[in-house]
C-alpha cells in the first residue's frame, strides 16, 4: 500500500510540473519551424522545434521550476539585429495560451497561467508609458533624417535633446515601476527575473540588492535566476570584504 501511495504521488508531481504551450500565428504557413528557448549562462538554449499546422503550434515539455522563455518563428527578422524575433515568456506548469504577432511582436498576447498573465499585464503597462518614445519617432523621423542630409546640426541637436528628455522620463518611470514590482509581488518569478537583470547590469548593488533578494519567497532561490543572483551577490560582498591579515 505505501508502494502504490508513493507512486500515486510521484504521478500528481509530474503532472504538475508539466507545461503546455498552445500558440496561433496568423499569417505564417504550414510547414514554417516554430522555435523554444530557454535561456542559460552562455545565452540561448534550444528546447524544441515544431511546425506551424493551420495557424497554430504546440509545445509539450516539463519544468520543475518557474523559467524565461522564448518563442520565434522562421522567417520573422528583426531587421535591426538580422535575428528572429523572439517573444518572452513564463515557461511554468499549466497551458499557456500565445498569440505571436509575426508583423509587431509587441502585440502579441500571452495568458493562460498566472505568471504569464503578470507577464502581459507588465508588458502592457510598459507599452503605454514607452508611448511618449513611439509618438516622438514617427512624428520626427521625417525631420531628423533631413536634418542629417542636409548637416543641420541645430535641428539634430534640438531634436536629440528633446528625444533625451523623453527616454528619461520613461526610463524613470520604467524603474519605479519595476522596482515596485518586485517589491509587491514576493513570489513571483518576474521579481527574480527583474532583480537578476539589475545586479548583472550593475543598477543594483550591495544592501539594496541583498535586502531585495532576502525579501524574495525561498523557493524563487532554486530557480536559474535565483542562483545566479545568489551567485551575483556573494561575490559582491566577497569583493567588498576587507583582507584578513596573515
Known sequence: MKQVVLLFSALILISCNKFKVEGTAKGIKDGTKV??????????????????????????????????????????????????????????SGTIEIDFDSKDILKSKISGTTENELFQKYTDESIILNKPRVDFEKKN???????????????????????????????????????????????????????????????????????AFDKLDKKLYETKSGKNVKKALDAQLKAAAPEKKK
Not at 65 to 75: A, H, K, M, N, T
Not at 162 to 172: C, D, L, R
Not at 176 to 183: L, P
Open 141 to 211: 523621423n521625417v525631420a531628423m533624417k533631413q536634418a542629417m542630409e542636409t548637416n543641420n546640426v541645430a535641428v539634430q541637436k534640438q531634436l536629440n535633446e528633446e528625444y533625451g528628455q523623453i527616454m528619461q522620463s520613461i526610463s524613470a518611470k520604467m524603474d519605479a515601476k519595476t522596482k515596485g514590482y518586485i517589491k509587491n509581488n514576493t513570489s513571483s518569478i518576474l521579481s527574480m527575473l527583474f532583480l537578476e537583470n539589475y545586479v548583472s547590469r550593475g543598477m543594483m548593488q550591495g544592501k539594496e540588492a541583498k535586502d
Open 35 to 92: 522555435f523554444l528557448e530557454g535561456f542559460g549562462e552562455m545565452g540561448p538554449i534550444a528546447m524544441d522545434t515544431v511546425e506551424i499546422n493551420e495557424g497554430k503550434f504546440e509545445f509539450e515539455g516539463k519544468s520543475e521550476l518557474p523559467e524565461i522563455g522564448f518563442v520565434s518563428i522562421d522567417g520573422v527578422i528583426d531587421p535591426q539585429y538580422q535575428t528572429r524575433k523572439s517573444l518572452p515568456f513564463i515557461i511554468e
